[in-house]
């Protein structure tokens, strides 16, 4: 089995001419793409519809090429877009599929290994609590086995889309009558997801989440999550990446966790790990060799760097979201090379406070 992956650079977020001139020519077969995540040049918010126009314009392409549904494209494979392309950053997308079959044997070399999954439908009063971070934990680990990742320390990223499902009447009633605040929010659903990845991969104790400390006690948190939500998704989308011994190709993944939104030496660590030592920035035949690029974003809510005062939260004209993400997108950019990278907010639980997880996808040297 084999992963593979490429990247198109988009002009709209309704640009599909790249993707679908590549099912045309045959060197994209569209029923084996297991997860397309990009970046759209929205807001971010709640209001960007950015999203949903990339999402309807690749479920016509499909349609046009499979004869699917978009019902049918959405359930089986992911469609991640993030909204927000502030300075340098790229709009792209990057199309991830599989081929091949599993290896009789282990080899050497581990190399890119990626499995897909969903949890069970959420119902609105189990968004941001204890059942999410079960479930989703539960499904991490069924992915791990699935791609044959041996250990933890071996999975990189994991991309999550929370579920938010909508609150019934009664639903809403019920929860205000036990005095339970409503959680069906993108906040509790990125906050609750993050923790299941944490549990399922041993970053985090499964005794210390509980209900009260999601969203509140941000000692927990996930070095490899990216997560996500989406309101009115009934169950969450959930994409593993890893490295195995059991996996064929020429892409592996590495991570780190930046302390700060100024952390240059931790993308500089996971370059090394992926044989691209730098002392600055990547050089262009480098470059070349970077497929994949992933981090979240936040602003510290402490108004400190390095115990300097910051005014991204304070300033009322542009969103501490943006802000982050563009410095955490140029701080990458300016490292590898390549704008085309994919920044999300905001990053409950992902890493500490006012930093983030970081990775990267690459071709390996062809001597190795």
């Not at 397309?36 to 040049?41: A, R, Y």
């Not at 189990?126 to 044959?148: D, I, K, N, Q």
């Not at 409503?182 to 659903?189: A, E, Q, W, Y």
């Not at 920035?281 to 300097?308: C, N």
Request: charged share 20%; with cysteine; glycine share 10%.
């Amino acid at each position: 089995m084999q992963v593979h992956a490429q990247r198109f650079y988009t002009q709209s977020p309704a640009d599909v001419a790249g993707l679908e001139a590549a099912i045309v020519a045959g060197t994209i077969p569209p029923r084996d793409i297991v997860a397309i995540i990009g970046k759209t040049e929205g807001n971010g918010g709640t209001n960007d519809f950015t999203r949903e126009l990339a999402t309807v314009a690749l479920a016509q392409v499909f349609a046009r090429h499979t004869g699917e549904t978009r019902a049918e494209i959405e359930d089986r494979l992911v469609l991640s877009f993030s909204g927000g392309t502030e300075g340098v950053t790229a709009p792209h997308m990057l199309v991830l599929w599989r081929s091949g079959e599993s290896l009789a044997s282990p080899r050497p070399e581990k190399r890119l290994a990626m499995a897909v999954g969903y949890t069970r439908a959420f119902s609105a009063t189990e968004t941001g609590r204890t059942a999410m971070v079960s479930e989703t934990a539960r499904v991490v680990g069924e992915l791990m086995r699935e791609a044959r990742i041996e250990a933890p320390e071996d999975v990189h990223l994991v991309q999550v889309k929370g579920a938010i499902p909508a609150f019934t009447p009664e639903e809403a009633d019920a929860a205000a009558a036990a005095g339970a605040p409503l959680r069906s929010d993108m906040v509790h659903s990125r906050g609750a997801s993050a923790l299941g990845v944490g549990v399922a991969l041993g970053e985090i104790d499964a005794g210390a989440v509980t209900d009260a400390a999601i969203c509140h006690d941000w000692s927990l948190h996930s070095g490899v999550a990216s997560t996500s939500a989406k309101p009115g998704l009934q169950r969450s989308e959930i994409v593993l990446f890893g490295n195995s011994r059991w996996w064929e190709g020429d892409l592996h993944i590495a991570h780190g966790v930046m302390q700060d939104i100024i952390d240059t030496p931790a993308i500089h660590g996971v370059l090394a790990e992926l044989g691209l030592p730098c002392e600055g920035q990547l050089t262009p035949d480098q470059t070349e060799r970077v497929l994949g690029i992933f981090a979240k974003s936040d602003a510290d809510y402490r108004h400190r760097i390095r115990g300097r005062r910051h005014t991204m939260i304070t300033d009322d004209d542009i969103s501490d979201m943006r802000y982050s993400r563009c410095v955490v997108a140029s701080l990458l950019a300016g490292v590898t090379g390549e704008t085309a990278v994919y920044v999300s907010t905001r990053a409950e639980h992902h890493g500490p406070p006012g930093g983030g997880p970081v990775a990267i996808i690459a071709r390996r040297d062809q001597g190795s």
